[in-house]
């Protein structure tokens, strides 16, 4: 997303995306939702709720099925600063020189905290039915 008029307002200005418009389908499965982009002092804070289809591996029968992840950003994107890094550290996200915000990154990082620690295909699991 391109957020250079975003950054030239004051401070509290908001934009409302649907990310589904932004991001057709992602690496991980088809992404749905809506974000709020808030022009901070530093950058830019990302808040949004998220819905992630993935193809999972059913830990019992091991037939693939789908899956819906919801669950809900909020990240903050710091100002580029020439190339230099980042005075907060190198771990945090930026918005590059072009004023992009890339949410692919953070999307991925949010759907793997949010997968299952065993994935089980719904209750329709033919092969262990009691």
Known sequence: ????QLLKEPVGSRRRYHIGEVLDSYDEGLT?????LTRTGQGVL????LTLLVELVCNRCLNDFSY???FTIEE?????WNGLPSPEGPDDVTVDSDNMLDLGEIIRQYAVLNLPMKALCPVHCSRFRR
């Open 1 to 4: 997303m391109n957020v250079a």
């Open 32 to 36: 749905q939702g809506n974000v709020t």
């Open 46 to 49: 990302v808040q949004g709720e």
């Open 68 to 70: 819906a992840m919801n």
């Open 76 to 80: 903050e994107f710091l100002q580029g």
